[in-house]
């Protein structure tokens, strides 16, 4: 059995190493909203204003143009950490898989996963997710989704070898069933667990404010 990190060092997730297939050719990490904000961007800055201790971005090999972006929206922000994903094409695992491991080279006691086409999650969603899982002590905890988990998940690092094993085009669904009752469900707003991966859902995302935080 592996040990839990008994150290409190969450580290963020944002799986940013997607294809983007279905906003093709137009890349949705990089859509602004009515502020002028990158839907990467503003999920970004979300992460990095949250408890998380540092904010590794996991972005694909083949998108440098992620990796420049990232780098000049937050020069000279210590907190944040880019990772490649050299198996990008094989799907969602191979992002997650990258992910744990800079988590775990981090020494990360948890991770918390955010998906990058979730702008509308706040800081205080993710603050109280991080605040829950380390009062629970669960190993995993996920806002409520009308009695489900939705994304983002925290991670205990007991679940990283297992969080690693999946494969494919898929995150951590299955392994959330598995778990059932060890998994701790926080109240969440339902308007803020929306992705943005649709041409439409883009046109919304154009209409957008600017981030309240």
């Known amino acids: 059995m592996v040990k839990p990190n008994t150290a409190f060092r969450p580290i963020a997730l944002v799986l940013a190493a997607g294809r983007s297939s279905r906003t093709a050719p137009d890349h949705k990490l990089l859509a602004h909203d009515a502020a002028g904000q990158t839907m990467l961007a503003r999920t970004v800055s979300t992460a990095l204003h949250s408890n998380a201790e540092q904010v590794v971005v996991v972005v694909p090999p083949d998108k440098p143009e992620l990796s420049a972006h990232l780098s000049n929206t937050f020069q000279n922000e210590q907190k944040l950490h880019l990772c490649l994903a050299h198996d990008a094409a094989d799907g969602l695992s191979a992002s997650l898989r990258a992910g744990i491991e800079a988590a775990e080279a981090l020494k990360a006691s948890s991770v918390l996963v955010c998906l990058a086409d979730m702008p509308l999650v706040s800081t205080g969603l993710l603050n109280a997710l991080l605040a829950e899982h380390r009062r629970h002590q669960a ?34 669904r299955a392994l959330l069933q598995a778990l059932g009752q060890k998994v701790h469900l926080v109240p969440a707003p339902l308007e803020e667990l929306v992705d943005f991966d649709t041409p439409e859902r883009l046109a919304v995302y154009a209409r957008l404010p600017a981030q309240s935080g």
Do not use: C, H, M, Y
């Open 139 to 172: 190993a995993a905890t996920a806002p409520d989704r009308g009695g489900r988990p939705g994304n983002p998940v925290v991670w205990s690092s007991t679940e990283f070898a297992a969080l690693k094993q999946i494969r494919g085009d898929k995150g951590g």
